[in-house]
């Protein structure tokens, strides 16, 4: 782009306003090849890969669904490939959002947990939390992110929970109706981490794509991938069910970004393919 050696590495976000929840696109541009960054946000890594011909590098990041609004700096240090470093700061704020609240009714053992329930829901928790604080090093998406199913929202990302009567954890996906049965396809390519049955999320599939990035399938009647396979994008890896806590057949689907949950659907708006627009 003929920009002088020493001019800075300009750091673009193209999102509008940010608010909890949202996952953003953010872009380096430096004046030659950079060879390594290192950043965060929020308090999470923010982990950039290359572009093109390494002067330009793009990462995925997330504000969690209940970050507080205030202002937050993207921060890091940028190797160029010639060993001189320099410092990346660029400040956003996060604008307070309202969520609707939702009331459910679901099978009273969901929320009620019985002794055994409740010590195998805190071990599914821990097995989660341990898959979002780890990062495959490698992306392994490339094409863009597609919807699993086609079909209309019923239920919103992000809305306050309350489960017959008692407050829950916010909405972390978004609820896809569709019939039991439906295929559901891989939003992108990756790696199966895990296929289980879950006590509350019911026979859940999660992807790896990389870099920290995990899409998660939740409710499913069939799941057909196991821990390990490698998925292609728009490949069918489960069928649309209704088990674990739910009113009806759906697919609930989700995203985690370095452990923010966000809303799956933002990876289907990105401005372009990670390997777009060279
Ligand atoms: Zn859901």
């Given at each position: 782009m003929g920009l002088p050696s020493d001019a800075p590495v300009l750091v673009e976000i193209p999102s509008k306003a940010l608010a909890p929840g949202d996952l953003l696109q953010v872009r380096l541009h430096a004046p030659s090849p950079i060879g390594r960054v290192e950043s965060s946000f929020i308090e999470q890594p923010v982990r950039f890969y290359p572009?093109?011909?390494?002067?330009?590098?793009?990462?995925?990041?997330?504000?969690?669904?209940?970050?507080?609004p205030g202002l937050y700096s993207l921060t890091g240090t940028v190797w160029m490939s010639d060993g001189r470093s320099k410092r990346l700061k660029k400040?956003?704020?996060?604008?307070?959002?309202?969520?609707p609240i939702q009331r459910i009714r679901v099978r009273q053992k969901y929320v009620t947990l019985n002794q055994r329930d409740s010590e195998r829901a805190a071990r599914e928790h821990r097995q989660l939390t341990e898959i979002w604080e780890s990062a495959t090093a490698q992306r392994l998406w490339a094409k863009p992110f597609v919807r699993p199913v086609s079909s209309k929202l019923t239920s919103g990302f992000g809305?306050?929970?309350i489960v017959?009567?008692?407050?829950?954890s916010p909405h972390s996906g978004v609820d896809l109706k569709a019939t039991t049965g439906t295929p559901i396809r891989a939003a992108n390519s990756g790696r199966v981490v895990m296929a289980k049955d879950l006590f509350f999320a019911g026979k859940t599939i999660i992807l790896d794509h990389g870099l920290g990035l995990y899409t998660v399938y939740a409710h499913c009647s069939k799941m057909h991938a196991k821990p390990g396979d490698p998925v292609g994008q728009g490949e069918i890896i489960g069928e649309v069910g209704a088990t674990g806590r739910v009113t009806g057949p759906h697919l609930h689907w989700a995203c985690r970004i370095n452990g923010a949950r966000v809303n799956p659907l933002d990876l289907t708006t990105l401005m372009s393919a990670p390997?777009?627009?060279?």
């Open positions: 572009m093109g011909d390494g002067r330009r590098w793009e990462a995925l990041a997330g504000v969690d669904l209940e970050v507080k400040s956003l704020r996060v604008l307070p959002k309202k969520f809305r306050r929970r017959n009567g008692e407050p829950r390997d777009g627009g060279r």
